[in-house]
């Protein structure tokens, strides 16, 4: 199925994530600035995995020097760890440990477009919060308080904010932390950028208060997407909640899987040193980029790899991607996929000439279609 067939019908097959599904059948393009992945580590980059690999091998709740190695990274005990298969099985494993059918959970917007399927797929009920464009897309206390009910189970946000690389300090998450103790709910984090930030490494939201449920992974900040290596940090009650449900989806980590991560853990300095030298001059690039054009407006990412501009007085820009798709072979992900459909989603994670030889493209159809 064709990018433009999920374009014109997104539920199609019931696709629970439109998003995901958009990005899986997306057509192979030259300049491709739609991923949010940083380049891929090789096996080069793990030194010496090869001689330490091994396939026979079984750990009922994860391989504990894992274990230890995460927690050692945030300063948790192993009992309030639990591992998951990337961020995205993390999450719909927090979501299941948390979620009952008929739950009320507050979501972000714009947002992550899986962040909203899992709620739905649990059959909980979905209400919104804004972050708005003026605001610097920040997390409003007030705006959270203002959709919270005392129904209200579980608030779903992201830090870096996914998509627009906004941050959120610990004195708004603990702003929204006294909320959710008000009602008896519990909040859930994604991380997964978080580490993309340049300087030391920020806590994660779950050291703020049990309160906080935290998921990340080492693929966003780390380029090891392949690992599929997420884990979930917690009160002790809900890490053993989130391996019982682990339990139903997948039973057990993949072994290898788990001792690559755990070398990574030990490379971790050598890896966001890697990571910088990839995201700092493309960062650079696309700020200077964005920043020269009068037809695009943004909030600069804290972090991240992706940027998220918009086009003034263009509603929706999907005619626009699927123009600057076909006829100047370059990718970005459409805003709508995220519910802000004036923007799109810039990838900045990958090759940098793949990422000039995109922005030069991408100026050439903005001169000629928007403004030509």
Known sequence: MGAHQLMANERMDGAWTPYV????HAPAIPNNLMGSNLLPCTVEDLPGVRERLE???????????????????????????????GASGANFIAGGALLEAGDEVLVERPVYDPLLGIPRFLGARIRRFDRVFDDGFQVDPDRVAAALTPKTRLIILTNLHNPTGARTSAERLLAVGELADGVGAKVLVDEVYLDSV??????????????FVSTSSLTKAYGLSGLRAGWILAAPEV????????????????????????????????????????????????????ESRPDLLWVRPRGGSV????????????????????????GVVPGRFFEAPSHFRIALGGKRD???????????????????
């Open 198 to 211: 340049g300087g030391d490494p920020s806590p994660p939201a779950a050291s703020l208060s049990p309160t």
């Open 354 to 372: 793949v990422l000039e030889t995109g922005l030069h493209r991408l100026g050439e159809a903005l001169d000629k279609e928007l403004t030509g």
């Open 239 to 290: 890490a053993e909640g989130c391996r019982r449900v682990r339990d139903l989806v997948d039973g057990v980590g993949v072994f290898p899987s788990e001792l690559m991560a755990l070398v990574a853990f030990e490379n971790l300095p050598a890896l966001r040193a890697r990571a910088r030298g990839i995201l700092d001059p493309n960062f650079e690039l696309l700020t200077r980029f964005v």
């Open 307 to 330: 940027g998220f501009p918009k086009i003034p007085g263009l509603e929706d820009v999907s005619a626009f991607v699927e123009i600057l798709r076909t006829d100047y072979e370059t």
């Open 55 to 85: 396939l026979d091998a079984f750990h009922e709740e994860g391989y504990p020097p894992l274990l230890e190695a995460i927690g050692k990274r945030y300063q948790f005990p192993v009992d309030r760890i639990a591992l998951a298969t």
């Open 21 to 24: 599904a958009w990005m899986k």
